[in-house]
């Protein structure tokens, strides 16, 4: 059967350009007669699935160097490749600045796809859509949305949680472009661009996921980052449901990964209410900036 692979990059970040370009590249993977073909983004430059280690140790072009740290102790650490980047966003490290976060978008794009793709399977069946996005996106989606004070990025959580959809949670939000495999959002203070990065079963289940990429630039200020989702659709016409957590390093609540020595493994869930995760969220909090 054949495995798709598609190229996308939509951006969102200040002075970026939105980029989309299609196609599809046959390749042999082992999976049964009913299973779907996984698909991926050509941008990650990967031929199947058994390239993922060599993938892992290679060097990411991101235009240059950019920083982790952690509060200034242990010391920062400089990633090349997404070995390194994985290994040190799950101890805890994070971009020290305003620019070195821009500079992280791509080891997000490939870094979180590169990890999952290695420990997913072809799914058993879909709801999905194809293209992914609906007549109404926003109205499909949950709430993929940014918010600076604590307060605000609680009530996300908890609309996600419900059930809300981004439509719902933010009506000022609007969809500005879209693509086959992009999609262009702003709200009153922010531009959103969103990529499919991957389709596969990612979690277990037999139900075809979608990993994205996110990337969020404010107007007229020189804010950006870029996050990674997981989503899925359990039922025919269904909404879309967020399977992983907001904050890197973006597990799934229920079977989170790490990556060790280039091998993807699962680990232990770390409720949000220990200290680890307080730490990780509230580091990840502190290198968001106000937007001038």
Not at 48 to 61: E, M, R, Y
Not at 107 to 119: G, H, K, N
Not at 253 to 273: D, F, H, K, N, S
Request: glycine share 8%.
């Amino acid at each position: 059967m054949e495995l798709l692979k598609t190229c996308v990059r939509w951006s969102a970040l200040p002075g970026a350009v939105i980029l989309v370009m299609l196609s599809a590249v046959p390749d042999v993977l082992t999976q049964g007669a009913s299973d779907l073909p996984m698909r991926w983004s050509n941008w990650l430059n990967l031929r199947s699935i058994a390239d993922i280690p060599a993938a892992l140790k290679a060097g990411v072009d991101n235009g240059g160097q950019f920083e982790l740290g952690m509060g200034g102790s242990p010391p920062t650490i400089w990633p090349i490749s997404c070995n390194d980047y994985l290994a040190a966003i799950d101890k805890g490290f994070y971009a020290v600045s305003t620019r070195d976060d821009k500079m992280e978008g791509p080891f997000v794009d490939r870094c979180y796809t590169l990890r999952y793709l290695q420990q997913a399977r072809p799914a058993q069946r879909s709801h999905l859509t194809d293209p992914i996005w609906s007549a109404d996106p926003l109205r499909d989606l949950p709430p993929l949305c940014f918010r600076f004070e604590r307060m605000s990025e609680q009530q996300v959580e908890d609309a996600t949680a419900r059930g809300m959809s981004w439509q719902a949670f933010d009506p000022e939000a609007r969809v500005t472009a879209r693509g086959a495999e992009g999609l262009a959002v702003e709200d009153a203070g922010l531009r959103y661009g969103l990529s499919v990065m991957a389709r596969a079963d990612f979690d277990g289940d037999g139900v075809e996921d979608v990993a994205l990429t996110q990337t969020i630039g404010a107007k007229g200020g020189t804010f950006g980052t870029t996050i990674f989702y997981i989503l899925t659709r359990l039922s025919p016409g269904g909404p879309m449901k967020l399977l992983t957590r907001r904050t890197p390093p973006f597990r799934l609540a229920a079977a989170p990964v790490a990556v060790t020595e280039g091998i993807a493994a699962p680990v232990p869930a770390i409720p949000c209410g220990r200290s680890r995760c307080r730490a990780t969220t509230a580091a990840r909090r502190s290198r968001w900036p106000t937007p001038r």
